[in-house]
């Protein structure tokens, strides 16, 4: 079991390498987090988690806000974070803490993998791709106003900064990755000085610092078509706030759905990753979560230390996760979403026995 320490939040001790903040979000949050601790913990990951709250839990946990200040300090300190799914009520109520965490941190770039595994059934085989999203603005900036009692406006926030900031960070990433194309979804027929802004900050970095990489624009729309059509003729896509969110959803259905698709976001100094699905509450505390998204992000998390930071054992561990975790589901050793009959924990098991094969 995983060893609890009291301190400035309680602590999970794995190595004592590198510190990383553990928030395990709401509903099935803490049950997939005590999963994927555990691999990560079988893996000989060389890192210490230092829990902290977010979301319904700290409000349970009587903090009085759902993103309380000693978990953004943590964060800003450690620089790393591993979060679970928090839940966002609709319409009404606080407000999103995966927006707050953005803002606050200013975790400019989400980075969504969206990848075909085998023993997980799709309509769609060999993708491979990367969603790319402007995390800090456009109408995602929530910059809403009700004009009159029949009338409320949203507007849609963009700047020179955050959009040459996307721009070359896409191309980089591109570069860094051995990617060969960036596709920039956009509705710059429409909206032509916001999305007309990203594109012409798109062509000037291209041009000038990554004419190796393929570049293209596509209207949102018509994007939409043909990654239904053939998810496989793209590579990296690259869109603003809203487009990115509707996106990397659209993209996670081609292989199988949110439980299968990781997540980062990505700031200059500090990195959150995270499940992108939701927290579930209908089957919390029935031990029958699937916990590989949050692995998968987990296993970026290490990816990111091995290459960011030069720790070549994250790297390592990264690897042997990934390795074991495809074994796993290709054996058919899965949760009752992918078509298998392990529970949460069972399923950690069964990729914990293959980190040494």
Request: hydrophobic share 40%.
């Given at each position: 079991m995983v060893k609890l320490e009291g301190g400035g939040g309680d602590t999970i001790r794995l190595m004592a390498k590198q510190k990383v903040v553990l928030i395990p979000g709401d509903g099935i949050g803490p049950e997939i987090s005590d999963a994927v601790v555990r691999v990560l913990e079988g893996a000989g990951a060389p890192v210490v988690f230092e829990m902290h709250l977010a979301g319904v839990a700290a409000l349970e946990a009587g903090m009085d806000d759902v993103l309380p200040e000693v978990t953004v300090d943590a964060i800003l300190q450690r620089g790393v974070a591993l979060k679970g799914p928090c839940t966002t009520p609709i319409g009404e109520g606080f407000s999103s803490v995966n927006v707050g965490l953005r803002k606050r941190l200013d975790l400019w770039a989400a980075v969504r993998p969206v990848k075909s595994l085998a023993g997980v059934e799709s309509r769609y085989e060999g993708v491979d791709l990367i969603i790319?999203?402007?995390?800090?603005?456009?109408?995602?900036?929530?910059?809403?106003?009700?004009?009159?009692?029949?009338?409320?406006?949203?507007?849609?926030?963009?700047?020179?900064?955050?959009?040459?900031?996307?721009?070359?960070?896409?191309?980089?990433?591109?570069?860094?990755?051995?990617?060969?194309?960036?596709?920039?979804?956009?509705?710059?027929?429409?909206?032509?000085?916001?999305?007309?802004?990203?594109?012409?900050?798109?062509?000037?970095?291209?041009?000038?610092?990554?004419?190796?990489?393929?570049?293209?624009?596509?209207?949102?729309?018509?994007?939409?078509?043909r990654l239904v059509q053939d998810p496989t003729q793209f590579d990296i896509i690259l869109c603003e706030n809203l487009y990115g969110d509707i996106m990397s959803d659209l993209c996670a259905g081609l292989v199988g759905g949110l439980g299968v698709t990781p997540g980062g976001n990505y700031g200059d100094e500090r990195v959150v990753f995270e499940a992108v699905h939701g927290s579930a509450p209908d089957i919390a505390g029935k031990g029958v979560a699937n916990p590989l998204a949050l692995l998968m992000s987990a296993k970026m998390m290490l990816e990111y230390l091995g290459d960011y930071k030069g720790n070549k054992e994250a790297a390592a561990s990264a690897k042997r996760i990934e390795s074991a975790y495809l074994a796993a589901l290709e054996a058919g050793e899965k949760t009752g979403d992918l078509g298998g009959s392990l529970d949460t924990q069972g399923f950690a098991d069964a990729v914990i026995k293959r980190l040494g094969s």
């Open positions: 790319i999203r402007e995390n800090t603005e456009g109408l995602y900036s929530g910059v809403e106003n009700q004009v009159t009692s029949e009338v409320i406006i949203s507007m849609k926030v963009a700047t020179r900064k955050a959009c040459k900031r996307i721009a070359r960070g896409a191309f980089r990433f591109a570069n860094r990755n051995g990617r060969k194309k960036v596709s920039v979804f956009h509705k710059a027929n429409i909206m032509k000085m916001t999305d007309g802004l990203l594109l012409d900050l798109c062509r000037m970095v291209h041009a000038e610092d990554y004419p190796n990489i393929e570049y293209e624009e596509v209207i949102v729309d018509a994007g939409s078509m």
